[in-house]
């Protein structure tokens, strides 16, 4: 008899344990990258912008999660316009003198609401996009002051690859798009994140 129920406890622990490995549907992350943004056409030459995404998503299916986020994006490199012998501005960062936006300063804030499928090739490796609306606010300043303050609903997208170990614990490459009105902003990201 004590055997029988030794038995059909560890029985209980092992599914249990096997119930609750298959059942991680929750997930936060942090993702930081860079890339560059245009503005009504006229870009940075895909020079300056850095961006951090803290999400957390929840998975209501073996395919698809829901998802909730924060964006923050500004210039990384220097920005900087000065006047030129026609006294015309002429604007550039560290690395480009292809700069067509008379800015020296950039902020972005969203808070995003996206789907994201899953594609699993392995039992670690996922390929994944994601696809939803942002509600976003950013202004470009120039000596200071706000040159352009706009906010709004915008698109928001994102594939990449995910490696995610046994205890949650995982690691992802991607290629963020963001649409916000006459704002394009794209760039590539690293991120961890925890599925618990």
């Known amino acids: 008899m004590k055997q029988s129920l030794l038995s059909l406890a560890m029985l209980a622990i092992i599914s249990t344990s096997a119930?609750?490995?298959h059942e991680k549907q929750h997930t936060v992350g942090i993702q930081f990258g860079g890339g560059g943004l245009e503005h009504k056409g006229k870009d940075t030459d895909g020079?300056?912008?850095g961006f951090s995404y803290l999400y957390y998503n929840y998975k209501v299916s073996d395919y698809f999660s829901a998802e909730v986020g924060i964006v923050g994006a500004e210039d990384v490199d220097d920005w900087e316009c000065?006047?030129?012998n026609n006294d015309v501005y002429e604007c550039y960062s560290d690395d480009s003198d292809d700069f067509e936006i008379i800015a020296d300063d950039f902020d972005y804030g969203s808070v995003i609401v996206a789907v994201r499928g899953d594609l699993q090739v392995s039992k670690h490796n996922t390929f994944y996009?994601?696809?939803g609306v942002e509600f976003y606010d950013?202004?470009?300043d120039f000596k200071r002051k706000k040159t352009i303050d706009e906010d709004g609903?915008?698109?928001f997208a994102e594939i990449g690859w995910e490696y995610r170990w046994d205890n949650g614990m995982g690691l992802n490459a991607g290629?963020?798009?963001h649409n916000a009105g006459d704002l394009d902003m794209n760039g590539l990201n690293l991120g961890v994140s925890y599925a618990f």
Do not use: D, M
């Open 19 to 21: 119930l609750a490995e």
């Open 47 to 49: 020079e300056g912008v």
């Open 82 to 84: 000065q006047k030129n």
């Open 129 to 131: 996009g994601k696809l």
């Open 138 to 140: 950013y202004q470009f």
């Open 153 to 155: 609903t915008g698109l």
């Open 175 to 177: 290629y963020q798009f």
